[in-house]
């Protein structure tokens, strides 16, 4: 269901959204917004507190029940654990993590949803079902999947608080022979709006990083990037940032170096999550670990 609403006053868009549509919380609003299901002035927007003009015209796309277009779909997927709370998998490159208007089969969701017999949390009546974070599509690796609503509260409170820790692996740009620490905001790219940038009018965003392996006859390092912070393509972001983009990356990468790479069978960005630390339910420090897969394992012994 598509609604239009002329905007009566100014202030934030999800408190505007939210005093014009009865019987929609305010969290659904904001979820609805960050998904792309909003736009102003037919100009998508993902930010819950975008400030409105009187006069705007705003549009919304609202998802009452999800579960009715997200379809359970069978899918080969590689599960790491599984128990009455928790379902973590590893995730692989080119799978979207959830549907999105014009994209409602072969996401992660619509096969989690056909493992888990539709029996998976959904609060909110998220358009996200289970999904408490996420994976770019070409980034393979762990995510954990909330089973039912306590999982998926507390699981969300954690990484609010930044208690939940990810470890990720990536091949990048360049000689890195030291340990670093990346502080630098981020927001999304003023003109290219698929797109993240570094500017210090955005939100706070910390990224950790240290050499595992030096390739120095063809320029680049693999490293061990430690998120401090869970910002939208924040590590490609960051990485680019200081000269060190991630090979492969097509949207912040250098493509004569992604071509280079093409020859030693690198078709996406070297990216992968590969560990994950949180609290269960019975306050016990789990942590659970996916493998590097084998298109880019294949890339390191190339080297």
């Known amino acids: 269901m598509k609604k239009t609403i002329k905007a009566k006053t100014d202030g934030r868009l999800d408190k505007i959204l939210t005093e014009s549509l009865e019987g929609i919380t305010r969290q659904k609003i904001q979820l609805l917004i960050k998904d792309g299901l909003v736009k102003v002035n037919h100009e998508k927007s993902t930010k819950p507190n975008k400030q409105i003009k009187e006069g705007d015209f705003i549009n919304v796309e609202i998802i009452k029940k999800p579960l009715e277009w997200a379809k359970p779909q069978k899918m080969d997927i590689e599960i790491i654990h599984e128990d009455g ?165 097509q949207k912040y990468g250098d493509k004569k170096r992604n071509e280079e790479f093409e020859n030693y069978g690198l078709h996406r960005q070297f990216l992968h999550a590969q560990t994950l630390t949180f609290r269960n339910l019975q306050k016990k420090q789990v942590s659970y670990e996916a493998k590097l897969p084998k298109d880019l394992q294949s890339i390191i012994s190339s080297l």
């Open 85 to 249: 709370n928790y379902l973590v998998i590893n995730k692989p490159a080119g799978l979207v993590v959830h549907p999105a208007p014009g994209h409602k089969e072969n996401t992660l969701v619509n096969g989690i949803l056909y493992h888990l017999k539709n029996s998976i949390s959904k609060k909110e009546d998220s358009v996200r079902p289970g999904i408490v974070h996420r994976l770019d599509q070409d980034t393979s690796g762990i995510l954990v999947i909330a089973k039912n609503d306590e999982s998926h509260y507390d699981l969300s409170r954690q990484i609010e608080k930044r208690m939940v820790k990810k470890t990720y692996v990536a091949l990048v740009n360049g000689i890195i022979d030291h340990k670093g620490r990346i502080e630098a905001p981020i927001m999304r790219h003023p003109i290219k709006r698929e797109e993240m940038t570094v500017d210090s009018r955005g939100k706070e965003a910390i990224t950790e990083f240290k050499p595992l392996r030096i390739f120095r006859d063809k320029n680049c390092t693999l490293i061990e990037v430690d998120l401090k912070t869970g910002r939208t393509h924040q590590i490609r972001v960051h990485m680019a940032s200081i000269g060190h983009h991630i090979i492969g990356d």
